[in-house]
């Protein structure tokens, strides 16, 4: 992990959580791990409370991730979605795509 990209802790098999920065500067170099926490089609729970910011390469992330697990035959489930998250959901009509 480089320095400054976000921490993904695996709970258990089907939980995970993320913490730290996922902005602009994280998002290109933290899109593949979401391997980190997919369970070979078992859908996942991921805690986002832990994000210090978000914005829209944060939405970016987790609609790849949501739609990289989805063809994997499992769901991506967010949990403590901080509220500027929902809010740029909101407004891009994302709130279905992630469940939010």
Do not use: N, Y
Not at 40 to 49: A, F, M, N, T, W
Not at 59 to 70: F, G, I, S
Request: charged residues 25%; aromatic residues 4%; glycine residues 10%.
């Amino acid at each position: 992990m480089a320095m400054g990209e976000p921490r993904i802790e695996r709970i258990d098999a089907r939980r995970a959580r993320i913490a730290g920065r996922l902005g602009f500067h994280e998002a290109a170099a933290v899109a593949a791990r979401w391997r980190e926490f997919a369970t070979g089609g078992d859908d996942v729970e991921l805690d986002i409370s832990g994000l210090q910011q978000v914005d829209s390469a944060t939405l970016a992330v987790l609609l790849d991730w949501t739609a990289r697990l989805r063809r994997a035959g499992a769901r991506l489930h967010l949990a403590g979605a901080p509220a500027g998250l929902v809010a740029l959901a909101h407004l891009s009509d994302t709130e279905a795509l992630l469940g939010l």
